[in-house]
């Protein structure tokens, strides 16, 4: 699924991956919806944390 992509993205990447803006990713970021972890004032987002955020949303769709 995202075979391109390291291991750990950064906000542009996970941005791209989900089709949405900064203000969106930040909120996720920021609220905790989207797991990550700040290594001084830059996100770091594992992948995996963002294909759980994937499954997640298709599953409270159902």
């Known amino acids: ?3 391109e992509y390291q291991e750990i993205l950064t906000v542009d990447e996970a941005c791209e991956i989900l089709r949405i803006g ?3 990713m930040y909120e996720l970021l920021s609220t905790g919806k989207l ?3 700040r ?4 996100w770091r987002i594992p992948k995996v944390a963002v294909q759980d955020f994937i499954l997640r949303q298709i599953n409270s769709q159902s």
Request: no cysteine.
């Open 22 to 24: 900064y203000n969106a």
């Open 39 to 42: 290594n001084g004032r830059v």
């Open 35 to 37: 797991k990550a972890y």
């Open 1 to 3: 699924m995202l075979e």
